[in-house]
């Protein structure tokens, strides 16, 4: 007995806690039949393991309860966005991004727009239901004229609401995109239709061929108005018309397989370090540190935070660095978050610093509360210390303004801040590493690099005398 | 057909989930041997599901795709030999 049943979706649908096996959507919904070819499609081709969908916000926000594949869900709108990250930083997966009309031709118009201009990777599935369904009915891009929605009561006019925007049109002019279809789920014709432009799409991607699009127009029996049968007849009489059925490119067949380039330089190598550094290999004992590095700008805090990313770097740890810069050019606040990593990093955020370095008193009054417990802080000895800080974290004083002018050089704060923060052994590299990320960040002025080094051992000697254990 | 309505063993047959349906109609109205109906009893969720007839099914799967709910309808088909 041969059965022909649904595939490549989740056994059960774990929604609310109860796990059931139907969808959310409206009887006769045109995203549950795509939802059926898209699932069948991954799962003939053997593809669920290394696919990434990208959930819309939309009717279809659920999709991760349905699709037995590897999901993330996007901000309205971004779903291209996110997709091109997961397609520069995956570059063996296959990317879908499952968007509405509303999601991805009005809000995320744009970043639909540029994606497909640079070819990412991403298989898009464009559901047109001619309107916003998840919110209640509200005009879309895709709307017709004259067809009457929640914020259109009296029908779409041109000169109000503009004209349905046709985005596979729109697309096409475009060099990038390899593929173009606008296909419907309206009737068992349209949906094989539907069912081949789906699969051609993810072989596009199964073969890194670039950017594929389809757009599949779908009824919406609840905000039509109309029963499921009549909806779909509408899709079929009203819909098409404005947006008619058909290819509007495939080159697949010249377009060449494309791996992804190389990720672009790091950091580093814009700031002039070493590149010669054993790639880093996940150690998860080593844990992970974050730091946080703040004052006002001009005091050196952006080049502290890539020294330690650096040695960081060079000590085959992963690391990250993240400026945050004031709306001032110069002399505003400054900080920086810098992550230190046996494995690899998600966000370069460090809102919990377990190590935090105030250079001034705003730094401290900010950030010190939102140090955890077993935390450190390594303060200017200027800064005048009001408030303590919480309990279980160390608080540590330390004249680098005063040292580095009795030292010669009272621009190297940093450098002093440096060498403490190396004796306290709080980054978990070794000191040699950070000397030499130290004498990186003056490549370009070699005439620093020992003045620089003495004044790192003199401050280190400063802590050694100051802070008994 | 079996205790299900869902016709004999023997012969290509849709077969429900009727818990799982929504009632929308659009396999009946997708059949092309209109060997589908809606019941004038009610499932689970309140609405009255498809059901097939009990023969007349050529086993083409159009009803499947049709269907936007995954687990309302399976289709049999006896091994061609
Ligand atoms: C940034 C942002 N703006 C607006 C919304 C509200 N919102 C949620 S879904 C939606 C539109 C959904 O329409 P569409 O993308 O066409 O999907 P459908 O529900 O029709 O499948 C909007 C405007 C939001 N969630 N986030
Ligand atoms: S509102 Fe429209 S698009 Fe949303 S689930 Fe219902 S029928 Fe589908
Ligand atoms: S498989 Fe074909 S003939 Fe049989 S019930 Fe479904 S649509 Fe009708
Ligand atoms: S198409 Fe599916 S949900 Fe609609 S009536 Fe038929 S079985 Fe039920
Ligand atoms: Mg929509």
């Given at each position: ?70 999901n993330v869900g996007a901000a309205h709108g971004r779903a291209q966005s996110v997709a091109t990250a997961i397609n520069r930083t995956r570059p063996d997966s296959i990317v879908i991004s499952y968007q509405g009309d509303g999601d991805l ?39 017709l004229l004259g067809q009457k929605t929640k914020t259109t009561p009296f029908g779409r006019a041109a000169d109000h609401e503009g004209y349905p925007l046709c985005v596979c049109e729109a697309l096409n002019q475009l060099k990038a995109p ?202 200017d000895a200027t800064v005048e210390i009001t408030e303590q800080p919480p309990e279980g974290v160390k608080l540590f004083m330390m004249p680098s303004l005063k040292l580095a002018t009795e030292f010669g050089v009272p621009k190297a704060t ?56 | ?81």
């Amino acid at each position: 007995m041969a059965v022909i049943k649904a595939k490549g979706f989740y056994d059960t649908f774990d929604r609310s806690g109860t796990p059931t096996r139907d969808t959310h959507y409206c009887p006769g919904c045109g995203h549950g039949i795509i939802h059926k070819l898209l699932c069948e499609a991954m799962a003939d081709m053997g593809i669920q393991d290394r696919t990434v969908i990208v959930n819309p916000i939309g009717c279809a926000v659920f999709g991760y309860y349905y699709w037995d594949v590897g999901n993330v869900g996007a901000a309205h709108g971004r779903a291209q966005s996110v997709a091109t990250a997961i397609n520069r930083t995956r570059p063996d997966s296959i990317v879908i991004s499952y968007q509405g009309d509303g999601d991805l031709a009005a809000i995320g118009f744009n970043a639909t727009f540029q994606a497909a201009n640079r070819g990412e990777h991403v298989a898009t599935f464009f559901v047109n239901n001619s309107t916003y369904g998840m919110t209640g009915g509200q005009m879309a891009p895709t709307t017709l004229l004259g067809q009457k929605t929640k914020t259109t009561p009296f029908g779409r006019a041109a000169d109000h609401e503009g004209y349905p925007l046709c985005v596979c049109e729109a697309l096409n002019q475009l060099k990038a995109p390899v593929y173009i279809a606008r296909v419907s789920v309206a009737d068992t014709k349209r949906i094989m239709e539907a069912k081949k432009a789906i699969r051609k799409a993810l072989e596009i991607q199964v073969q890194k061929k670039g950017f594929a699009f389809v757009e599949i127009l779908s009824p919406c029996p609840t905000n039509l108005g109309l029963d499921p049968l009549k909806a779909a007849q509408w899709e079929i009489e009203q819909s098409e018309q404005i947006f008619p059925l058909g290819t509007f490119r495939d080159i697949s067949a010249e377009a060449e397989s494309r791996k992804d380039p190389e990720p672009k330089p790091t950091p580093s190598e814009f700031f002039g370090g070493g590149t010669d550094v054993k790639a880093p290999e996940p150690d998860y004992a080593f844990g992970t540190k974050h730091i946080k590095i703040a004052g006002f700008g001009g005091q050196g805090i952006l080049s502290l935070g890539l020294a330690i990313a650096e040695a960081a770097r060079y000590s085959a740890r992963y690391s990250s660095w993240f400026p945050s810069y004031g709306p001032e050019q110069r002399g505003g606040s400054s900080s920086c978050n810098v992550i230190v990593s046996g494995t690899p990093i998600g966000s370069p955020d460090a809102p919990q610093p377990d190590v935090l370095v105030c250079m001034n008193r705003p730094s401290y009054d900010r950030f010190a509360k939102d140090v955890p417990k077993g935390g450190v802080i390594l303060c200017d000895a200027t800064v005048e210390i009001t408030e303590q800080p919480p309990e279980g974290v160390k608080l540590f004083m330390m004249p680098s303004l005063k040292l580095a002018t009795e030292f010669g050089v009272p621009k190297a704060t940093n450098t002093v801040m440096l060498a403490a923060l190396a004796h306290l052994g709080v980054t978990g590299l070794a000191t040699e590493q950070l000397l030499n990320a130290l004498d990186d960040s003056f490549k370009k002025k070699p005439k620093l690099i020992p003045i620089n080094r003495d004044i790192f051992q003199k401050a280190y000697a400063w802590c050694e005398a100051n802070w008994k254990a | 057909m079996d205790d299900k309505g869902n016709g004999s063993p023997a012969l290509p047959r849709p077969v429900f989930n009727e818990d799982h349906c929504k009632g929308c109609g659009r396999c009946v109205a997708a059949c092309p041997r209109k060997v589908l109906r809606i019941k004038d009893t009610l499932n689970v969720r309140g609405v009255n599901p498809a059901e097939y007839v009990g023969e007349g099914c050529i086993g083409c799967a159009i009803c499947f795709y049709n269907c936007p709910e995954p687990y309302a309808i399976q289709v049999h088909k006896p091994e061609k030999k």
